[in-house]
């Protein structure tokens, strides 16, 4: 049962275009949404969130956008760097249910291309 | 910038065996987590913990599996009886503030079940 989605394994990217990675949620509770990226041999890091009150929120080259109704989140990186190149992955929380667990989609290898 | 520490970075171990995994969370958080991601697939959430109790766990984290926090730095995840389906990266990961707060993950320990 996927409860977050990202169907897209990888992904390449030129330098200095805008990268665009897609995840879809099923569970209607979920009203806080992460992405986190993660090098080889480290852990997941933060990158932005959003809260489902909103439909975007800008942290510098970062913009995540979430469309409630088509449940729905993408993240655009522009422009595009090679540091960007890692796995990305979309989580999403029931914000009011106390300590509760991240639930991660799969992840998207981004791949930047010089 | 704090960090989670954990260790070891690799066990090797053969089935049957106990295993401990060791984390240092950061030090003024609250809120105690680990997760495991199994080779080719999303990362999973496990446990969470908060004031010296487990606060959730998920389906995966059955009676073969413990928590603890041995004293005020440490947090502690053992195996007591592996399986070869524990081969997994597990992530340990903090938080200041429990729900929809921003996770500090760990690097994570590799953990192969022989």
Request: proline share 4%.
């Amino acid at each position: 049962d996927q409860q977050v989605k990202q169907n897209s394994p990888s992904l390449s990217v030129q330098e200095g275009r805008i990268s665009i990675l897609n995840c879809d949620y099923t569970n209607s509770m979920f009203d806080y949404f992460l992405w986190y990226k993660k090098y080889p041999a480290e852990g997941p890091t933060f990158l932005i969130s959003i809260s489902s009150i909103k439909d975007k929120n800008e942290d510098g080259r970062f913009t995540v956008f979430l469309n409630k109704s088509a449940k729905h989140l993408s993240l655009h990186i522009v422009p595009s760097q090679p540091g960007d190149s890692a796995v990305y992955f979309c989580a999403a929380i029931s914000s009011g249910g106390g300590a509760d667990g991240l639930t991660f989609g799969k992840g998207t290898h981004l791949i930047i291309q010089p | 910038e704090p960090e989670v520490t954990q260790t070891p970075s690799h066990q090797v171990t053969q089935m049957g065996q106990e295993v401990i995994l060791r984390c240092v969370p950061i030090s003024n958080h609250l809120y105690f987590y680990w997760y495991r991601q199994i080779l080719g697939q999303k990362v999973e959430f496990l446990v969470s913990f908060y004031n010296n109790e487990i606060s959730e766990k998920s389906e995966i984290f059955d009676d073969q599996f413990s928590v603890e926090r041995p004293d005020g730095s440490n947090f502690t995840l053992k195996i007591r009886s592996t399986k070869l389906e524990d081969s997994a990266m597990y992530f340990c990961a903090s938080s200041v503030e429990s729900g929809a707060n921003v996770l500090t993950f760990g690097a994570g320990s590799r953990l192969t079940v022989l």
